[in-house]
């Protein structure tokens, strides 16, 4: 080998050896970007990718390098899952890093939210292996801070299902009784006046006459005649039972003395081809289908009545089972029932409640707006009815709205195992959520289909899962705190704003997300107010608004002293 050739082969050992043999140089927190900059809270973690762009000639390719990312605060660290990658000399299965040329690596991070991650600082730790050695190289800040607004979602801001009562002021009765007419005839028969029906629709009408909690409404006349006849016949049969029935209903209210009744109304249906096709498709007559199939190919009602007489055999059959059936006139009485007043049902609520039926003491917790009160109320339904499972279910939602969980989530446990019904299942979702158990409470929800409080449970459980877009789904038109949150995370801010400025009972955590919309939108006045509003609530909000990233770019004076 000449002097040159030896020359080139020594160099380049050289170089080998010098890319192999010397440590790693520290990192440069230019060599690192990280997205989100700052830090975001989604769902109930802290994500984010930091992206590593190694420069050529730095990586030597017998390293290994251990990245760490370091989340600082408070006093403490948390740290994310370790990432690795190594140089082309190493055997292992890491990302290469080429000495020659560098390489671009991602490193994934992620952190479970606490509040004092709010004013943090983000790190790189290195741990570099290099054949028989391991050292630590200086860490290198990446990011400040986190944004927590997505830590506003809360479940305890969900009103769990009612199990709604079926209270009713008014309830409608009606009461009927029919007078049976001879074939061709539209005399009454005094037979027809005293049966039972007869009787009980008449002391029907005379209770309400004489009870002030009962309104007679209407008193209908329908009268009929078969359709076996010409419609001529029929015609005048009809009309003449018709208008019988309403002169002998018209003396017997004044025999009675009963001049209120609303209203005495009258109708004849000539040929009850209804009716007839009714009876016969209940009845047990063997040619029933063959009468059927003529009443659907006929819409003539004389062609009908002459092919139904051509089967002599089954018109007789008609004659003596069906027909006499549709020779009357009923006479229905129409009954408002008046339920108890408002002021009645409290005065017993206090006094006496066990006066009241389930449905009454149900819609009595409704007539008030202070929970305290709804949640003594529950708290005798579940004494008066305790196998209703509606006593038990809403006796929870006044217990969770009062944040006594626990003693919830047992009245919730008794409702489940009295129904099937969805509004228990919802609202032990609700709880499960609250302790964190997503699963779980998903479970629940699952069982709690067509539930109309379920849209709000639902979008609560999709914040915490970070995924806002379905949250806002869920959430529809609802108006609340966490319908809100779910539009800013989704940078609908002018929908938020109508959101909450359409919230019924505004609190401190209202407030703060008007806020916070001021800081988007550069609204520095809608910032201040709001924020003040906020903190005059709930004072502990100052220090969280002080380190929160959301108004970094303001000076919060004015709201804060």
């Not at 400040?144 to 997505?150: E, I, K, L, M, P």
């Not at 959101?499 to 019924?504: N, P, Q, R």
Request: charged residues 20%; aromatic residues 8%.
């Amino acid at each position: 080998m000449n002097r040159k050739l030896c020359y080139i082969a020594a160099t380049g050992l050289v170089l080998t050896m010098s890319s192999c043999g010397k440590k790693l140089g520290q990192f440069k927190a230019d060599y690192f970007t990280v997205n989100p900059n700052p830090l975001e809270v989604v769902g109930e973690n802290v994500p984010a990718r930091v992206s590593a762009k190694i420069p050529a000639k730095f990586f030597v390719k017998n390293a290994e390098v251990t990245v760490t990312p370091t989340l600082v605060f408070a006093g403490q660290e948390v740290k994310s899952q370790p990432y690795s990658f190594q140089g082309e000399k190493v055997r292992g299965n890491n990302p290469i890093i080429s000495y020659e040329y560098g390489s671009t690596q991602t490193i994934p991070v992620d952190f479970k939210y606490q509040p004092a991650m709010d004013k943090s600082e983000l790190f790189l730790d290195f741990t570099v292996s290099q054949g028989s050695k391991t050292y630590v190289l200086p860490r290198v800040k990446v990011a400040n801070g986190v944004v927590a607004t997505a830590a506003f979602a809360n479940a305890a801001g969900v009103t769990p299902a009612i199990a709604p009562d079926a209270f009713q002021r008014v309830i409608n009765e009606k009461y009927a009784a029919d007078i049976m007419f001879l074939i061709n005839q539209a005399n009454i028969r005094a037979g027809q006046l005293n049966t039972d029906a007869m009787k009980e629709l008449q002391k029907e009408i005379i209770e309400a006459n004489g009870d002030t909690s009962l309104v007679l409404k209407e008193i209908n006349i329908s009268s009929y005649a078969s359709p076996d006849g010409g419609f001529e016949l029929n015609n005048k049969l009809a009309a003449h039972r018709e208008q019988n029935t309403k002169d002998y209903v018209t003396k017997q209210l004044k025999k009675d003395k009963i001049t209120e009744f609303g209203e005495l109304t009258a109708q004849f249906t000539a040929q009850d081809w209804e009716g007839f096709q009714e009876l016969v498709s209940k009845s047990n007559l063997q040619d029933k289908d063959l009468i059927l199939s003529v009443l659907s190919m006929y819409r003539d009602p004389e062609q009908r009545e002459r092919e139904i007489r051509n089967m002599s055999n089954i018109f007789e059959q008609l004659a003596d089972n069906i027909l006499p059936q549709l020779r009357y006139s009923r006479i229905t009485a129409s009954i408002d029932v008046i339920g108890k007043s408002d002021s009645e049902i409290l005065a017993l609520l206090a006094n006496d409640p066990s006066k009241l039926n389930v449905e009454e003491i149900l819609y009595a917790a409704t007539l008030t707006d202070d929970n305290a009160k709804r949640l003594s109320t529950y708290q005798q339904a579940t004494r008066l009815f305790p196998n209703d499972y509606r006593t038990w279910n809403d006796l929870g939602m006044a217990q969770y709205v009062a944040g006594d969980y626990n003693a919830a989530k047992a009245s919730f446990t008794k409702a489940a195992a009295l129904t099937k019904n969805g509004e228990p299942q919802m609202n032990l979702g609700l709880i499960e959520m609250l302790n964190g158990n997503y699963a779980k409470a998903n479970q629940y929800f699952g069982s709690a289909a067509g539930v109309n409080e379920l849209g709000d449970a639902m979008g609560v459980y999709y914040l915490k899962q970070g995924d806002a877009a379905a949250a806002v789904r869920s959430f529809g038109d609802t108006k609340s705190n966490n319908a809100a949150l779910a539009q800013i995370l989704t940078k609908d801010y002018s929908k938020a704003k109508s959101t909450l400025a359409a919230i019924d009972q505004p609190d401190a955590t209202t407030y703060y997300l008007m806020a916070v919309l001021g800081a988007r939108t550069n609204n520095e006045s809608m910032l201040n107010t709001n924020l003040r509003q906020a903190i005059r609530l709930d004072n502990s909000l100052a220090k969280r608004a002080a380190n929160d990233l959301e108004f970094a770019n303001y000076n919060l004076s004015k709201a804060l002293n």
